[in-house]
């Protein structure tokens, strides 16, 4: 009873008027800009469920304005095919994506770590340098389709995204962090280099891993870009974003191959609808890994 009382006296001496002030105005503008982030998604999601005569003339609303599936009804029956096949293409790109960069990026960030590697300041130095200058857009499309001959290649949207500047100090300076001794204890032990990779740093980089996994898998399932470049011309290998951004752009091809009349599509709730498809697993996912990365970020961002 003694130590309740005190820690109660001391939270009450802690928490003074300017502390409670400040608390206030924090809360208060964090909640601001949460309720402005989650306004348009709320706005997606009534329109793709209301009617659409109702949108067309009232505009978007909060709330589904006579509530109505028709929309994805629409996109099921005439893009039903189109959007699963969009869907595996999606799923296998950031699948592969995710553990290759993973991968790649953990070793490079331990090779950077290690204090025994002779130039890892020159090749952090050329790391960093191309987060000034890059070759740009017709000297990377020309590598992946006249060297590479990625043309028509998921690899060729999967291979500019596996390596990131940022990615690979993140991991460096959270594996900076790491006792060293764990390493040497290792080696007494007869392990080699890639042993004390596999076996001693990546299990103790789970936040930072969970952190560059995110940052890989959202910016392979957000990509469009890529697929406009090397696979325009094959439907079949065509991702979910890109499939939303040829909606939007050309609704007549999107549905060329239905006998709907295009004056009788529900055209703007179809395109909320499809939103709501291409978004929906990102956000029931991110939750699972928010705690891991804001430890990772903050972790990493700081050590070393």
């Known amino acids: 009873m003694a130590e309740l009382s005190i820690k109660k006296q001391r939270n009450t001496i802690q928490q003074d008027a300017g502390t409670k002030i400040f608390n206030v105005i924090a809360v208060t503008i964090v909640s601001f800009f949460a309720i402005v982030c989650l306004l348009p998604f709320v706005l997606v999601l009534s329109g793709s469920f209301s009617d659409e005569s109702q949108v067309a003339i009232n505009g978007y609303k909060l709330f589904p304005q006579e509530f109505s599936l028709q929309a994805y009804k629409v996109v099921f029956s005439n893009l039903g095919d189109t959007i699963g096949n969009a869907y595996l293409v999606t799923i296998y790109v950031t699948l592969v994506g995710t553990v290759v960069g993973l991968l790649l990026t953990s070793m490079s960030g331990y090779v950077l770590s290690r204090t025994d590697f002779k130039h890892r300041d020159k090749a952090a130095f050329f790391i960093y340098f191309t987060t000034l200058f890059s070759g740009g857009l017709i000297p990377s499309y020309l590598v992946n389709t006249t060297f590479l001959h990625l043309n028509h290649s998921l690899w060729a949207v999967i291979l500019p995204g596996l390596l990131g500047p940022f990615n690979i100090f993140?991991?460096?300076?959270?594996?900076?962090?790491?006792?060293?001794?764990?390493?040497?204890?290792?080696?007494?032990?007869?392990?080699?280099?890639?042993?004390?990779?596999?076996?001693?740093?990546?299990?103790?980089?789970?936040?930072?891993?969970?952190?560059?996994?995110?940052?890989?898998?959202?910016?392979?399932?957000?990509?469009?870009?890529?697929?406009?470049?090397?696979?325009?011309?094959?439907?079949?290998?065509?991702?979910?974003?890109?499939?939303?951004?040829?909606?939007?752009?050309?609704?007549?091809?999107?549905?060329?191959?239905?006998?709907?009349?295009?004056?009788?599509?529900?055209?703007?709730?179809?395109?909320?609808?499809?939103?709501?498809?291409?978004?929906?697993?990102?956000?029931?996912?991110?939750?699972?890994?928010?705690?891991?990365?804001?430890?990772?970020?903050?972790?990493?961002?700081?050590?070393?």
Not at 174 to 203: M, N
Not at 249 to 262: G, H, L, P
Not at 274 to 302: N, W
């Open 170 to 304: 993140l991991f460096r300076n959270y594996i900076k962090g790491i006792p060293h001794s764990l390493v040497e204890s290792a080696r007494i032990d007869g392990a080699g280099d890639f042993r004390v990779y596999w076996q001693i740093i990546i299990p103790l980089c789970k936040p930072v891993s969970a952190t560059v996994g995110l940052f890989l898998a959202l910016g392979y399932w957000n990509n469009w870009f890529g697929y406009s470049l090397y696979l325009i011309s094959d439907k079949d290998k065509w991702g979910l974003q890109y499939l939303l951004y040829r909606m939007l752009a050309r609704m007549t091809d999107a549905v060329k191959d239905s006998q709907i009349v295009m004056d009788a599509l529900p055209s703007e709730t179809m395109k909320l609808a499809t939103a709501m498809l291409v978004t929906g697993p990102v956000l029931l996912f991110y939750p699972f890994a928010q705690r891991y990365f804001v430890s990772g970020l903050t972790i990493g961002g700081v050590k070393g």
